[in-house]
């Protein structure tokens, strides 16, 4: 069976424009979790999404906005980019929002804002 | 605020060395602890849940209410579990699964 599977890989962008990074979950699982990993840190919070709705969200601006699909999967859109942006964006499911669900993680998708 | 503090950026044992990865937490209500591990070139993925008490590679970490710790400990370590690991709280919130990530530790474990 797959692993939580997230595209682009690598991609570098200019400051102010926008970007969408993509993400399939596991199968069977209906949530979809976003986490923005900066160098030297641990994985921070952005949101998570269960059937489609945003259940949710850490400290980020509006500029981070996300849709589920009716398939599960989701996208990540960040507007205005700013070089502060520039990192390792995670996507991660479970199989619902409960406390102690494990949590399986994408390999991530690198972000470098120029 | 919840608060996961891994006081150890980097950490080096020699194998077959005891290994101990600290742990600290800040949270008001009953915790649900985690250890993930991202080995080199590899996704980040979990090691062991408190709520499993079990022990995965050897590894087994105790949550100790009083102390807030949860500390991740492994007798005889091997070189093999050179790698990353993070130590992360699950809080609820609006509705949510949010995992709260302490800094991380870098293992290194020397032949």
């Known amino acids: 069976d797959a692993g939580v599977t997230q595209s682009p890989t690598h991609l570098i962008k200019t400051r102010g424009q926008h970007v969408t990074l993509r993400c399939s979950p596991i199968s069977g699982h209906k949530s979809v979790s976003w986490y923005q990993q900066v160098l030297g840190q641990g994985p921070q919070f952005i949101f998570q999404y269960y059937e489609k709705e945003e259940r949710g969200r850490g400290n980020f601006p509006d500029r981070f906005s996300a849709r589920q699909f009716p398939n599960y999967s989701s996208e990540l859109n960040v507007n205005a980019l700013l070089l502060g942006d520039s990192a390792l964006y995670l996507c991660a499911s479970s199989i619902n929002t409960y406390s102690g669900n494990t949590i399986y993680f994408g390999e991530g998708s690198w972000l470098t804002v120029v | 605020a919840q608060r996961v503090t891994q006081p150890e950026k980097l950490l080096s044992v020699f194998k077959g060395a005891p290994v101990e990865l600290k742990c600290n937490y800040s949270y008001s209500g009953s915790p649900e602890l985690f250890w993930y591990v991202q080995y080199s070139r590899q996704r980040l993925q979990l090691l062991l849940r408190h709520i499993s008490r079990e022990s995965i590679k050897g590894f087994t970490a105790d949550l100790n209410k009083g102390e807030t710790s949860f500390h991740l400990k492994k007798p005889f370590a091997q070189e093999e579990d050179s790698a990353m690991y993070y130590c992360?709280?699950?809080?609820?919130?609006?509705?949510?699964?949010?995992?709260?990530f302490g800094q991380g530790t870098r293992l290194t474990i020397n032949p």
């Open positions: 992360a709280l699950s809080e609820p919130i609006q509705g949510a699964q949010k995992l709260v």
